[in-house]
């Protein structure tokens, strides 16, 4: 059986977990790649969020406009974070200080997605529309360029409706 949404977006937090905990070695010749891998997941992971996850609580969930924006302000304040992280360099003395500020965005995100965010969809949409939900976000996460371009501008995402 595919994946759902909530897995997926679960992965994903694991995966950029992952990559933060590496990226902490100072010792590793491999931290300017890392960073790059890393803001690559976290552009692609963000803009899946933002068009596929919070359009959905926006438009179906009872009080999901109030969870959406508190999860887009989460977004918003990581964009220059992430502009931060693709013009550091490890070498530059202000790249810790960098990575520190990505870990402690996901820090304060990842639980508040996971725990509240994605239950309260499941339990309105069911499990059948969260799997459906995955593939399109899969989809999405797939096409997406690499880097900063993966991010939307400011056009809003697709509405969504109760099945």
Same mark, same amino acid.
């Given at each position: %059986?595919?994946?759902?949404? =909530?897995?997926?977006?679960?992965?994903?937090?694991?995966?950029?977990?992952?990559?933060?905990? =590496?990226? /902490?070695?100072?010792?590793?010749?491999? #931290?300017?790649?890392?960073?790059?891998?890393?803001?690559?997941e976290?552009?692609?992971?963000?803009a899946?969020?933002?068009?596929?996850?919070?359009?959905?609580? #926006?438009?179906?969930?009872?009080g999901?406009? /109030?969870?959406?924006?508190?999860?887009?302000?989460?977004?918003?304040?990581?964009?220059?974070?992430?502009?931060?992280? /693709?013009?550091?360099?490890?070498?530059?003395?202000?790249? /810790?200080? !960098?990575?520190?500020?990505?870990?402690?965005? !996901?820090?304060?995100?990842? @639980?508040?997605?996971?725990?509240?965010?994605?239950?309260?969809?499941?339990?309105?949409?069911?499990?059948?529309? %969260? #799997?459906?939900?995955?593939?399109?976000?899969?989809?999405?996460?797939?096409?997406? @360029?690499?880097?900063?371009?993966?991010?939307?501008?400011?056009?809003?995402?697709? #509405?969504? =409706?109760?099945?």
């Open positions: %059986m595919p994946p759902d949404l =909530t897995e997926l977006i679960a992965h994903d937090h694991q995966m950029i977990t992952g990559l933060l905990a =590496t990226l /902490e070695d100072p010792a590793r010749a491999d #931290r300017f790649p890392l960073a790059h891998r890393l803001l690559d976290l552009a692609t992971h963000t899946a969020e933002l068009q596929i996850l919070y359009p959905a609580l #926006r438009d179906i969930v009872p999901g406009v /109030e969870m959406a924006n508190r999860g887009q302000t989460d977004h918003d304040t990581l964009r220059p974070v992430l502009v931060a992280l /693709e013009q550091a360099h490890p070498d530059d003395s202000a790249f /810790e200080d !960098v990575v520190r500020g990505v870990a402690a965005a !996901v820090a304060g995100h990842v @639980p508040l997605v996971e725990n509240e965010f994605l239950p309260a969809l499941e339990a309105v949409v069911g499990v059948g529309t %969260m #799997r459906e939900l995955g593939a399109v976000y899969a989809s999405l996460k797939d096409n997406l @360029p690499s880097g900063l371009d993966a991010l939307p501008g400011s056009a809003p995402g697709p #509405r969504f =409706t109760p099945g």
